[in-house]
């Protein structure tokens, strides 16, 4: 089958560096994405990886080890406003579809 | 440009009626994505439609379908409601669903079913 495993909590103080990982099983996907999702808003996309290794957009970078079905989301400078669900998410495994993660609940604390 | 549009942004249903809901893309994105939220579940795919063509579809019973319109425009009909069908429906939009663009969500419509 197809799924992806993330942490359901992590917790991180103001300022500080975190890791948010990403297992799966499932082959065949074109790409791994991540998305943000504060309470009650709608999910918005952080960044894809389609090729092994790491993309970096400002305080936030990702990477992909398809050898390794891995990948995680790097949050850097963390603000109180990172607070959120993350999700990573794999598309193209048996057609157009994304298949998601359960999503990881980031707390920063102050 | 304006965003994806969900209506309603809530909705209350009895057990055992039907339910549509209507998702607007984005101008000029072709491909719109279905998906049902459920706390701690993540979002479960329902369904991709592309130039009014299902492409793929999750794993839900026949009482979830839909369809597009020549004007990208997508609804959702769930018949027979059950309790577990209460959840926080999302619809995306993308270029033309590739994967490697962007998905811009709606809000959702938020489904109460008792």
């Known amino acids: 089958g197809q799924s992806l495993e993330q942490p359901s909590e992590v917790t991180a103080v103001e300022g500080a560096i975190v890791q948010i990982n990403c297992t799966y099983q499932?082959?065949?996907?074109?790409?791994l994405s991540w998305y943000q999702q504060h309470d009650g808003g709608a999910p918005t996309f952080l960044s894809y990886?389609?090729?092994?290794g790491l993309e970096e957009t400002g305080r936030f970078s990702s990477f992909l080890s398809r050898s390794d079905s891995y990948g995680y989301l790097l949050l850097q400078e963390l603000q109180m406003k990172d607070s959120a669900s993350y999700f990573c998410a794999v598309f193209g495994t048996g057609g157009f579809k994304t298949i998601f993660g359960a999503g990881t609940r980031l707390f920063v604390k102050a | 440009k304006a965003g994806v549009t969900q209506t309603p942004r809530y909705l209350i249903k009895t057990r055992g009626q039907q339910v549509t809901l209507s998702c607007s893309p984005i101008?000029?994105?072709?491909?719109v994505s279905w998906y049902q939220q459920t706390p701690g579940q993540g979002l479960q795919f329902l369904f991709e439609?592309?130039?009014?063509?299902?492409?793929n579809k999750g794993n839900f019973p026949g009482r979830f379908s839909g369809r597009q319109f020549s004007n990208s425009r997508s609804e959702m009909n769930v018949s027979t409601l059950e309790l577990g069908d209460s959840a926080l429906y999302l619809c995306a939009s993308s270029l033309v669903g590739d994967g490697n663009t962007e998905a811009f969500f709606g809000q959702g419509t938020r489904l109460t079913v008792v």
């Open positions: 439609y592309f130039s009014e063509t299902q492409r």
């Open positions: 101008s000029g994105h072709r491909s």
């Open positions: 499932t082959s065949g996907f074109y790409g």
């Open positions: 990886n389609a090729l092994d």
